[in-house]
């Protein structure tokens, strides 16, 4: 008996705790629900980054500018219009008079400014500070005090700890590498100092004191630099609020997207009252202050995340979904299985890749092409892929149709270069990496593996799951078989692969990347010497040039040598250099300054995927998902200027845009 | 009283040990709790690191750890999900996880029971076999397999219950019944192991030759002795329902304290992972307390020889 009791009241306790956190969820569905994938880790705009919370971030905020739906083109937002200097470098803001917090305060210019400068404050390492650094004063403010900070001190101390005498090439390119240098030099106006930085450059004993005497006149700039912009940016540099209405932003160079980044989370305005009185959790239901279409009513992490048609917001009635579930859940199979129950009415992709094949005959499966580059990084300073033939045998001995057709199903697109197809304006250049089993044979031979006898057994890493597996073990094969060398495919779950693959302990690495707006540069400014996201210990000082000179075609097209004689279609660089030159108004010469832009990217991309091969991209991604017929506003592809229907390449659905025709039967 | 209390005694101290080798561990995992694609430079890393009191070695972070906790009585903030201490997120989750956790527990002693003692009592029968051959098969399929299982007939094909979720009663069942089963297994063969050696004491030929009716004979003589395999098995099963409930919560989708486990390792989430080893710890070592309290309690023999 006393069993029995014991058992009641047991059975008692879980009555009453399946009450107490019942209570808490019990409600009636959103409008409109959708899985997220994940769970968001924050809502500050300036401190977020991926997709999962960016959708969020675009329902409870706006910027100067959003994203139309139909054509994902940037229309007005908080400012309702704008004007663009002829020479592209300054925009002035007029921000509409009905703009308004969700506390009722109307939305300033204020804001803005000070939004912007949050977001580039090197104290506050926002991920995306990058993102603005067209912006005039932006990078110094965000990355010089640091850099300064280095040369000044822990720079020389680490090369005083070198060997002393001369010290050969491979010796000071280590150093240069580690310590960063070229990313911490560049653009210096000591011609010297960035000649020692040049790849296959030793560096002498005589020129070590010298060295470092630069380096500490280059820290001295860049500390004065510093000093002014951190007193002057957002306040009387870069971005301005000329008056409550008006915001004036001053660019480093003409930006032919900068109207896509001010549609873009990083340049949201965040309200600096809720900010300032709860600096840490601002952004939690209860102390949050947005501007957009909807608010937050509620966010139960791991269980879901509620919006709600915001009253504030200035174009109200063109809102109608009242409200909108997020939900977090991660499993792929769980999520494909609410869908299909109809527990939610939208799956952005996420769901299990061997049911492919099953779920594209659907009505309700859409698909299209996305800026996403599937690729391998090379290990360039580990041999065998130290040595250039050995990386484009590979390259070349794969086959991206057998990867494309048998193992991934969905149209994808074999990569041959590392630029999705679909920027306007960019003419990728041609790549060698075609399949050439004959010509990748007789580079092997070349550089010392004839047959791959003598090749050393590498590793293809990739991080966990079931589709990087596949494809790694199929390449694996594939060079087994054409070439003869054994590779060993293995996986190590996110974060490990992210720390092997940042300390350089790996031979071949899979990667993704996600172009941040549809130009070609978020593609190919990674690979500079030494960039944090290259991660491959490649560099070349033509490419760095080549990049930098694109950032600002004006300033390098008035000292064009001796980057111009390296170029290899120096003449078509002339013409339109010339075109460039000799525009006779703004407009023009705005255009022939893109023109040039584009030829300056294509030339740098050809370095990657004609002589260097540091990386071997393999496809393109394509964006699909699930999303139920009674979903309207949505676009799977996106209307192009012409009126032909194009691919949703950033695959952007705004929810504010959505609404959702149910037939009454529930 | 003196068992219970030699027992918080050393809950203390074991707790500080666990929390200083967690620590240990989780500064040897490769990656940190900022590590990401979009990759942060060493000065930003440090700026995060400093924003979130995150040192770089170990034994400092235990430090900061330890005076944090007596000193404000937090857990201290998550990193991976801004804003918040670890014990917001946990607490909300903790009523989540227990409902689940007993309810399976309940499910599975109550299934276990009814099916083992009725085999104990018929050994040898057809019900017997076919028990513990249904027994088996919930030991041998892992529980993702049930649960996916269960998704597919209740979920999908007869569209009787939510698929994954929050909210209400039905919400409940299938993860409740994937956690119950493969421990109602194991108890059944225990309840039956117990009953059988039970059934052939001399004390219940007794009973029976008083002339005691037999169901008289089974719940008040019997059932007791047959409990107690079961009730030391309780304890080993609580610990396995807590943790096979991070497979469950993920699949089923329900907020609870398996999935920031799982969440918390994988972000690399150091405080979230410190504070669920701290829970399920404090969890596991209460409910084998109960348990030892409960066995002193149906087996007088132990409470005479302590």
New interface residues.
Partial sequence: MRTLAALLAVFALAVLGVQLSFSAATEAPADFTFLNGTEPRTLDPGVMTGAPEGRIADALFEGLTRREARTLRPVPGVAESWEISPDGRTYVFHLRADARWSDGTPVTAHDFAWAWRRLEDPARGAEYAYILHMVKGAEIFNTWGAQADALAGPVPEALAALAPGDLDARTWQAFVVEQRLADRTAGTPDAWLAAQLERGRGLGAGERERFVAALGDEARRRRAAFDQAAARFGRDLGVQARGPRTLMVELVAPTPYFLELTAFYPAYPVSRAAVEAHPQDWFLPGHIVSNGPFELERWRVNHKLRLVRSDSYWDRDAIRLASIDALPIENGTTMLNLYLTGGADWLPGGYPSDLVDALKTRPDFYSGPGMVVYYYRFNCERPPFDDVRVREAISIAIDRREIVEDVLGLGQIPAYHLVPPGMTGYTPPESRAVRDVARARRLLAEAGYPGGKGFPAVGILFNTSESHKKIAEVIADQLRRTLGIAVNAYNQEWQGYQASVRAGDYDMARAGWIGDYLDPNTFLDMWVTGGGNNQTGWGDALYDGLIRAAADVESWSARPEPLLARLREPGEARVRLAALRGASDAATRLEAAARLRMQLLQEAEAILVQDAFPVMPIYFYVVSGLVSPQVRGFYARLQAEDGTWVANLQDLHPLRDLWIEREPER | MGRVLKRLAVLVPSMVALIFVTTLLMYQ????PF???????P??????RA?YGIPDSATAFFWVYMKRLVREGTLG?AI?????SVEE?LL??L??S??LG??A??IA?GLGLLLGVRAGLRPNSWSDHGSMALAMVGISLPNFVIG?GF?ILF??AL?WL????????RH?VMPALTLALPYAAVIARLARGGTLEVMQQDFIRTARAKGLPERTVVWKHA??GA?VPVVSFLGPAAAGILTGSFVVE????V??MG??FV?GA???DYSVVLGTAIFYFGMITLFNLLVDL?YA??DPRVRESS
Avoid: H, Y
């Fill in positions: 995992a490769p990656g940190s590590a990401n694609e979009k990759v942060a430079s000065e930003v890393e440090a700026a995060l924003q903030p991976k999900v801004q804003g918040r997120l909300p989750a009523p989540v227990l409902s007993l309810l527990l309940l002693t996916a998704m979920g999908l569209g939510p698929v994954a979720g929050w909210g209400d009663a409940l059932l007791p409990l993920t699949l089923f989708g907020p609870g999935q920031w969440k994988l972000n690399r409960a309690w149906l």
